[in-house]
Structures are given as C-alpha cells and as structure tokens.
C-alpha cells in the first residue's frame, strides 16, 4: 500500500509529464489491438471455403522500368495452359468481372449493373452458403 501511494505521489508532482505517458500508452496500445485486428482479418479471407488452401490466384507480373507491379488479372489462356503443363494444378476456374452500362429487364432499363462470368466449376472451388 506505501509504494502504491509514493506511485499516486510522484504522478501527481509530475502531472504533465504523467498524462503525456499514459496518452502515449493508451495510443501505442490501440494502435496495437489495431493491427493484430487487422492481420486476424487478412488471415482468414476466404478461408471458409472447401480446400482454401489449395486454391491460389494467378498474377500476372508487369515490369516498368525496374519497378515491378503484380496484378490479379491474367490473359483466358493462362489457367488451361497452367492445367496442361504443372501436375500441380489439379483443376481450374477462370472469371472475369464485367460492367454493363444499361441491362433491360422487363421493360425496365435498369443501369450500372456489375456481373461476373466464370467457368462451369466456379461453384466446386468457391462454396457460398446462402
């Protein structure tokens, strides 16, 4: 109890010192739960579909002037080359996002509307509940 009130004793005589530190504290320590939050949420994208292990990206990698840049698009012809070539790559499902400027359904002119186009076996990589 004696060395709980010579703590309390030294804050209060050195009080704005004391409030710069704790702030300080306070503000390393959210930044902290922050960003642990932040790799919880990177780890786990995607990871609740079958197999998400074993399901990768292609990247398409462009040079430019020594700087290299990687993209998540490459050409159609990527994926069943791939599939021919590595006994690696077991299966493959290729998409590809569009924008339609105007869809007309119904009678109805309905715009900005984004669909996605992909292979016949998009459902056995990628499982949604619904």
């Known amino acids: 109890m004696y060395n709980?009130?010579?703590?309390?004793?030294?804050?209060?005589?050195?009080?704005?010192y004391s409030r710069i530190n704790i702030?300080?504290?306070?503000?390393?320590?959210?930044a902290v739960i922050f960003i642990l939050f932040w790799i919880k949420?990177?780890?786990?994208y995607d990871s609740f579909h079958k197999d998400a292990d074993n399901?990768?990206?292609?990247?398409?990698?462009?040079?430019?002037?020594?700087?290299?840049?990687?993209?998540?698009?490459?050409?159609?012809?990527?994926?069943?080359a791939a599939y021919e070539h590595f006994d690696e790559v077991t299966a493959y499902c290729?998409?590809?996002e569009e924008n339609a400027a105007f869809v007309k359904y119904e009678n109805e002119r309905i715009c900005n509307v984004k669909y996605l186009m992909s292979d016949s076996t998009f459902f056995r990589f990628l499982i949604f509940l619904l």
């Open 94 to 96: 290729r998409t590809k």
């Open 4 to 16: 709980l009130k010579i703590a309390f004793r030294g804050l209060w005589r050195k009080a704005f």
């Open 55 to 80: 399901i990768y990206i292609g990247l398409a990698q462009l040079d430019s002037g020594g700087e290299k840049m990687y993209f998540e698009r490459s050409t159609g012809l990527f994926a069943p």
């Open 41 to 44: 949420d990177e780890c786990s």
């Open 23 to 30: 702030v300080g504290l306070a503000v390393s320590m959210a």
